[in-house]
T-cell receptor, first 112, second 112 residues
Framework: NAGVTQTPKFQVLKTGQSMTLQCAQD?????MYWYRQDPGMGLRLIYY???????DKGEVPNGYNVSRLNKREFSLRLESAAPSQTSVYFC???????????FGPGTRLTVT | GESVGLHLPTLSVQEGDNSIINCAYS??????FIWYKQESGKGPQFIID?????DKRQGQRVTVLLNKTVKHLSLQIAATQPGDSAVYFC???????????FGKGTTLSVSS
């Protein structure tokens, strides 16, 4: 039981490049989330998926898109990376919104 | 608006002491609160949660207290150990009930 896994662990992009961050959970959770964490800040919600087939914007969705591929997988895409998107990205999942969230190990992204 | 904050960004204690980490929240309608621990380079790890129909909940060496009158949440760690050194975040469910809002975190340093 791996919990929440994320790939890649590290990534460096040039401004304007695109990439997709992958996330998968094996806990049969309904809800999945993408957060970003910047120095001195708490986690800020980018997008979430309350259940398979639905996605909604969080606090900071601009510059990102998501896909809930199936119940297990929830990906985050940066279409045209900007230096302001340099951050650590965390994926999380929960049974549903009323239960605790479990986090992956994070992806450290640098945009130059 | 919704916000969750912590009173102190850092807390230093001696090994064996009890630690108290505080958090203030703004949404009086919040009905679910969580504490997370984040070690360097890792994702947040669930510690304990509490629902608004409770004032206190105990786990292993940790206690969460909820004071709804003053919208205050605290995490008490008994007999603090060096392994407890980490950043601690409180979080509350957002108004829509769909995701969590995180505070900025308190860094706990334990010296032996």
């Amino acid at each position: 039981n791996a919990g929440v896994t994320q790939t890649p662990k590290f990534q460096v992009l040039k401004t304007g490049q695109s990439m997709t961050l992958q996330c998968a959970q094996d806990m049969n959770h309904n809800s999945m989330y993408w957060y970003r964490q910047d120095p001195g800040m708490g986690l800020r919600l980018i997008y979430y998926s309350a259940s398979e087939g639905t996605t909604d914007k969080g606090e900071v969705p601009n510059g990102y898109n998501v896909s809930r591929l199936n119940k297990r997988e929830f990906s985050l895409r940066l279409e045209s990376a900007a230096p302001s998107q340099t951050s650590v990205y965390f994926c999380a999942s929960s049974r549903d919104a009323t239960y605790e969230q479990y986090f992956g190990p994070g992806t450290r992204l640098t945009v130059t | 608006g919704e916000s969750v904050g912590l009173h102190l960004p850092t807390l230093s204690v001696q090994e064996g002491d009890n630690s108290i980490i505080n958090c203030a929240y703004s949404n009086s309608a919040s009905d679910y609160f969580i504490w997370y621990k984040q070690e360097s380079g890792k994702g947040p790890q669930f510690i304990i949660d509490i629902r608004s129909n409770m004032d206190k909940r105990q786990g292993q060496r940790v206690t969460v207290l909820l004071n709804k009158t003053v919208k205050h949440l605290s995490l008490q760690i008994a007999a603090t150990q060096p392994g407890d050194s980490a950043v601690y975040f409180c979080a509350e469910k957002n108004q829509a009930g769909t995701a969590l809002i995180f505070g900025k975190g308190t860094t706990l340093s334990v010296s032996s």
